[in-house]
């Protein structure tokens, strides 16, 4: 079996840990060239205190440790879930370690104030929701109906509000 083969049998893209690697390589170039060396976009630095910036990164690598720290112990079982798994942050949102790496790059880009690296988080985010589609295609096609159900009322990237049922 190929490794394409076996990727694809784990549910994931063929490319997708190549991409993250490449978007992370990207990502860190940019912020990195940005934020302390050419300054290019980081003017808004100048009128957001450092504090502010700094407690917004703060929420983002808290927010990233909740969600992959709860969502990783479902990816460390033995074998694949016979079931569509909807406990922890998978209550919430469908991909919520996908989510919890662009929260570190936005919260990174929001502590220097780069733009430019916010630019490259747009071009990750369209990346992400690409290989989150190709994922959410393979569990639809293994889970059925009970991965439809799972996305009607779960968001993507975002939880969803859930009202309250009329008595």
């Known amino acids: ?17 190549a991409g993250q690697l490449i978007s992370f ?6 912020w990195v060239a940005d934020s302390y060396f050419g ?7 100048q009128r957001v205190p450092l504090a502010a910036r ?5 929420l983002a690598l808290f927010a990233t440790v909740s969600l992959i720290r709860s969502a990783a112990a479902v990816h460390h079982l033995e074998g694949a879930p016979d079931h569509v798994v909807t406990i922890g942050p ?7 370690i996908y989510l919890g790496v ?10 220097t104030a780069s733009l ?4 490259v988080l747009a071009g990750i985010f369209f990346y992400y929701n690409y290989i989150a589609g ?12 009970a991965y439809g159900e799972y996305k009607a009322k779960t968001g993507k990237w975002v939880p969803r509000v859930r009202g309250t049922k009329a008595r």
């Not at 662009?102 to 502590?111: D, E, F, K, R, T």
């Not at 190709?134 to 109906?145: I, K, S």
């Open 1 to 17: 079996m190929t490794e394409a083969e076996l990727k694809e049998k784990n549910g994931e893209h063929p490319f997708g840990h």
């Open 25 to 30: 390589a990207a990502f860190m170039a940019v």
């Open 39 to 45: 300054r290019w976009s980081t003017f808004l630095a």
């Open 54 to 58: 700094l407690a917004l990164l703060g």
């Open 90 to 96: 998978f209550r919430h949102v469908r991909h919520p």
């Open 102 to 111: 662009m929260l570190v790059y936005l919260g990174m880009g929001l502590a």
């Open 116 to 119: 430019l690296s916010m630019g």
């Open 134 to 145: 190709y994922e959410e295609r393979l569990l639809a096609a293994r889970f059925g109906d």
